[in-house]
């Protein structure tokens, strides 16, 4: 089995790939198997989330590409700005990881959500495609996970 310890800084041949649904990407210790059907052990740091497009290594140089996978997700679109705009702001107040783009937003299917966007007026559908959510403002700025902030809400 190959143990792959690190992510990559740098781009450069890949040995293999990985197609991970977001559920995996967001572990830092699993079992899988590559394309090639080479059996593999993911051995990161705690709290490393995998993007589509990282690369990982093991201890002798062995590079394996990280590709998201399709996967059912729930897209709600809107041509009204305003109201994809509250759709986002609900499903960030239940600290829902959302995928961004223009015109819609992505999140794991629940039917309780899509009901709630939906009497919010906002279409929502299930579509085949990768999920790649925000990383969010303090992972982005290098602050680690959710424990270096305070929510007012939270008490204390």
């Known amino acids: 089995m190959l ?16 197609v991970l649904p977001f559920d995996t990407r967001q572990k830092s210790r699993f079992r899988s198997v590559s394309t090639s059907g080479v059996e593999l052990a993911v051995l990161l740091p705690r709290g490393t989330i995998l993007r589509g497009g990282d690369r990982l290594t093991s201890a002798d140089g062995v590079v394996v590409a990280v590709h998201a996978a399709r ?36 999140f794991q299917s629940d039917h309780v959500l899509e009901d709630m966007l939906r009497s919010l007026g906002v279409v929502v559908t299930t579509v085949q495609a990768p999920f790649e959510p925000e990383a969010g403002a303090y992972a982005q700025a290098g602050h680690g996970g959710h424990g270096g902030h305070h929510h007012p809400h939270e008490g204390g």
């Open 3 to 18: 143990e792959l310890i690190e992510r990559l800084a740098e781009d450069g041949p890949v040995s293999d790939t990985l």
């Open 71 to 106: 996967e059912a997700v729930a897209e709600a679109r809107s041509e009204d700005p305003q109201a994809l705009l509250r759709a986002a702001y609900h499903l960030g107040n239940r600290h829902i990881r959302l995928q961004i783009e223009p015109g819609r937003l992505r």
